[in-house]
């Protein structure tokens, strides 16, 4: 049996080959090889500076929503039910959401107004059954009291970036594109990733790196740029501070770009992803009605940490240390975790969308 066969028994993708993304190629040539069949060699190809830095979007909507099955698999609701996408982006979730559940109405909340606008289109055949809100997911509390609404049947959240704001080199997210590194999500928030590097002493920067990136050698890439940007060789582009962390720690032995966990930890603190992530966890117990469901896809360690430790939690209930031998805090337990082990894509997704591959789901169902 070939590979191609394996994959397609394992999970079958409809569409067949991917079409050409040049986007995907430049972020597949940054990744290591993730090999599901076992027939398939288990080759793991070395870091290479990219020898381009161009890549388009094709398609407004070239986003495609990771785990979108599993997503529509996670919300089986046959009555009415209001479910809100946290993370709406281009809406390709939602879409598949209202396509498949003729009942559901949908909230999505947005950030970016650009994607907002976008998603409104792309959704606007579905009339009064989906409503695309600017604001951030942390909020969603203050949001549904001010709309008279007490809880919901669902929650979604797809953490992270679009490709279409990966693509903009207008927004700084991109260490393969020349542009401002602003990396704001929001036009609320008035931080950039710029102030924040060219603002912070090297020893802050080392400490940023290594907590929100966790990168193994922020001291001496916080040591480069601050050297860079005192002698005025470095300005205001991505491109600018890539180029000054790969020179500053490249070696063939890196996998991924020498960047990608310095502009990780940036955007994290630039759009104060980790305490937005976790206020909404704390505040989904009294959020999500009985029978309800939450699901959550992350991207990196830092995120699903936490989704993972907050639903395990709630499934246990007891909060009292392993050490003490009969439970005294009394706390039942208040979900049900539906997938045990986390929800991965499979090598067809990851072929079609290597966004896929770092992506995680779980999902936590209400008692
Ligand atoms: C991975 S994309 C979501 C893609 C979407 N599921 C789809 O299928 O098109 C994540 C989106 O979440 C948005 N976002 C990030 N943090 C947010 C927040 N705190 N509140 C609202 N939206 C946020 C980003 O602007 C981005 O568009």
Redesign the pocket.
Known sequence: MTKDEVAAQKCPVPGGRPPFDPISLLHLAYRPLRVCSLDAPRTRPKWRPPNCIGGSVTSPYD?L?VLADEVVGAFPFTKESLVV?????????SERLLQAYPQMRIWG????VK?LEMARERLKRFGERFEGIE????DLPSMLSQRGRGTIDGLLL?????SM?LADSDRGFSFLRPGPLDMR?SRSLTTTAWQILAGSSESELASLFRKYGEEPQARRIAQGLKESLHRKTLTNDAWQVAETIRRTVASPMHRIDPATRCFQALRIVV?Q?LS?LDKILESMKTLVDQGGRVAVISFHSLEDRRVKTVFHQAAKGCICPPRIPQCVCGQAPWGKLINRKVIVACEAEIQKNPRARSAKLRILERL
Do not use: K
């Not at 604001?135 to 942390?138: F, I, L």
């Open positions: 986003h929503p996408d946290g993370t709406l982006g281009l809406g390709g979730h909340l947005e950030w970016d994607a604001a951030s997911y942390a797809d953490l992270g970036l679009s704001q999500m759009n992803e937005n």
